[in-house]
């Protein structure tokens, strides 16, 4: 659709598929050249692709940008702007060495998308929980935390009604995951599992040992 509004109204059309190894929903990802490939019609100097090693390989530092363009102008201008900005000539030398390795790269590619797919379950539910239970707390991706699913809390500066309202709505969206409805919705946040053992939890608020019930929390409560 994109490509034929830009091509009828003589637009240029410029693609950013610096994600385009990192894409975990089918049916996959199809890069604006495929599509220019089985439109004839289109006018091919008005698509330019853009990419970049950050994303897909984790290359943010080398700073690597690419440009692939059909428009010979285009290219043109873009050779002669990259003089402000050169790639070494010791990081074009192993990034070419890696890339030639095809087989490495396959394998990176596909270990790094099953782990950030991994993760961004994390993301979505601390979007749930963000959007839906209104409480900031933050994922452990943020902290490099080497394994999905741990979310930090911090409660240090709450008062102990504070803190109950907090769990109580947690433990609200908890009860509710567990309904019918509540698992359609899951399944539709990609499978998203919740659990939580409410007997613990009371365990621990009841701990003489729980910091609910700490010298500190009485005394700023």
Not at 21 to 30: Q, S
Not at 91 to 99: D, G, K, V, W, Y
């Amino acid at each position: 659709m994109a490509l034929s509004f830009t091509n009828e109204k003589n637009i240029h059309l410029i693609c950013d598929e610096i994600y385009s190894a990192t894409v975990f929903d089918e049916p996959g990802f199809v890069s604006i050249a495929e599509i220019l490939a089985e439109s004839p019609d289109a006018n091919p100097d008005l698509v330019h692709i853009v990419y970049s090693l950050s994303k897909d390989l984790g290359f943010p530092g080398f700073r690597v940008g690419i440009l692939y363009s059909y428009n010979d102008a285009v290219v043109c201008c873009a050779s002669k702007m990259s003089s402000f900005g050169l790639v070494s000539t010791q990081t074009q030398r192993m990034l070419a060495s890696m890339l030639v390795d095809e087989e490495f790269v396959g394998k990176f590619l596909a270990e790094s998308a099953a782990r950030l797919a991994t993760f961004e379950a994390e993301m979505e539910l601390w979007r749930v929980i963000v959007n839906d239970v209104r409480i900031n707390v933050s994922p452990g991706a943020s902290f490099h935390c080497a394994e999905p699913g741990w979310f930090r809390v911090c409660f240090a500066n709450m008062d102990e009604e504070t803190m109950r309202v907090a769990l109580s709505r947690i433990s609200k969206l908890v009860v509710q995951s567990k309904s019918s409805e509540a698992r359609k919705q899951c399944r539709r946040r990609s499978k998203l599992e919740i659990s939580l053992s409410f007997r613990r939890l009371e365990e621990m608020m009841m701990s003489p040992h729980s910091p609910m019930t700490s010298p500190l929390v009485r005394t700023m409560t």
